[in-house]
């Protein structure tokens, strides 16, 4: 792994930040974030023992399915585009990224290469003047579709259909563009509303043997290898018998729910986002799932009415954003009164924070795994199981 290392050695490491273990060996890299992960957990007895190895990628490079470039002008005015400086809004031109998908970056590279013709002006966030904020692509690994989403500060794009056509003609993979309109002065990268330049305005994937539809602002993991082990192993340690009722919280499209549903007697998903659970009821029709049901709303909200109905719940899947969860939620959750809960978290400084709150609440941590989902970066994901202790 060192020689392939040196081989692959990033010439933005300095300038970026992005990725802070580019210096050590991937065998290194995965021990220095299991201790990130034992240095939260092992502070609760009941786990001690219980903190296995991070499980690693065969081959650590170029995963990232969902890459976003921001993009801007340089001292001459040329167009540029790549990643903000870390702790910054400057952008640091990146032409090729070493955990980025490779065509990804080459789709952005054509994108920056057609602006001059089409007379298309970078944003400048200081002046507000321009158009081109930022472009997200998505690219489903397994089905080889790509999504291609143009963030702009205005609705009006000049010879859109013009650019579409020779976006494709230079990329035939491109299976959908998304013209995303955003007016906001904040650091959302995707505003409100959009329109479909080509295709379906969604990409599809194949994720534990199961078809998922994804949209431009749908949450998926970012490296669908790993994502497989982490799922697999979240359903794995919730030992469901296939008569286990199911809670999956902060659903996203539905992954977790739909993946475990093959091995309980019915799961009810929980999110949010309305897109998400548009795509999550279609991904559920489209793999003829029928024992999931899907609900928009507030997770914490759902569960505490569900429990002031009476219902009760044996597992819990929890998969928060980084800033993990909330006490109102976690109380929520164990109104419910599951057996298990399993956690999935991206933040293990969160996810000890949260297991204190559960501990309260009358659930022990009682085994974790580490999952590299972000090779090279400084975040490791974790799959904790709780269970009740009362």
């Known amino acids: 792994m060192r020689t392939e290392q040196k081989e692959k050695r990033c010439v933005y490491e300095k300038k970026c930040g992005g990725c802070r273990y580019l210096s050590c060996t991937y065998e290194e890299q995965l021990k220095k974030k299991r201790e990130m992960i034992r240095r939260e957990l092992e502070k609760f007895p009941e786990i001690k023992g219980h903190i296995h190895p991070v499980i690693g990628m065969e081959n650590p490079w170029h995963y990232r399915n969902k890459v976003m470039a921001a993009f801007d002008r340089d001292r001459k005015g040329n167009p540029i ?17 070493l955990i980025e998908d490779e065509l990804a970056d080459r789709i952005i590279g054509t994108i920056r290469g057609l602006l001059r013709s089409f007379k298309i002006k970078v944003y400048d966030e200081d002046t507000g003047y321009g158009l081109l904020r930022y472009v997200l692509v998505r ?54 509303r959009q329109q479909v330049l080509y295709g379906n305005g969604y990409i599809e994937d194949v994720l534990c043997g199961y078809h998922f539809r994804i949209s431009a602002d749908s949450f998926y993991q970012i490296n669908p290898v790993q994502t497989e082990k982490l799922y697999s192993k979240a359903v794995e340690l919730a030992d469901l018998t296939g008569k286990e009722t199911v809670i999956d919280a902060y659903c996203g499209i539905g992954t977790i729910g739909l993946v475990a549903s093959a091995h309980a007697e019915s799961v009810t998903a929980i999110e949010q986002n309305p897109n998400a659970v548009r795509d999550a009821i279609g991904n559920a029709k489209r793999n003829g799932i029928r024992n999931v049901r899907f609900v928009k709303g507030d997770a914490g909200d759902v569960m505490s009415y569900m429990a002031a109905e009476g219902a ?20 929520s959750a164990a109104q419910l009164g599951p057996k298990r809960i399993v956690y999935i978290s991206c933040n293990p400084e969160t996810l000890g924070r949260d297991v204190k709150i ?7 941590a009682r085994e974790a795994w580490g999952v590299d989902m972000f090779p090279w970066v400084g975040h490791v994901e974790t799959v904790c199981l709780l269970s009740c202790i009362k």
């Open 312 to 331: 009760k719940a044996d597992v819990l899947f929890m998969d928060p954003p980084r800033g993990g969860s909330t006490e109102r939620f976690l109380r």
């Open 81 to 97: 585009s790549g990643v903000y400086q870390e702790g910054t809004h400057h952008v640091l031109p990146v032409e090729n990224c």
């Open 139 to 192: 690219r489903g690994f397994s089905t080889g579709q790509v999504m291609v989403v143009l963030v702009t500060a205005s609705p009006v794009l000049p010879s859109k259909r013009n650019f579409t056509q020779a976006l494709l003609k230079a990329h035939p993979e491109i299976t959908t563009v998304i013209q995303n309109v955003n007016t906001r002065t904040d650091s959302m990268i995707l505003g409100d």
């Open 358 to 364: 559960l501990r309260k609440l009358g659930y022990a």
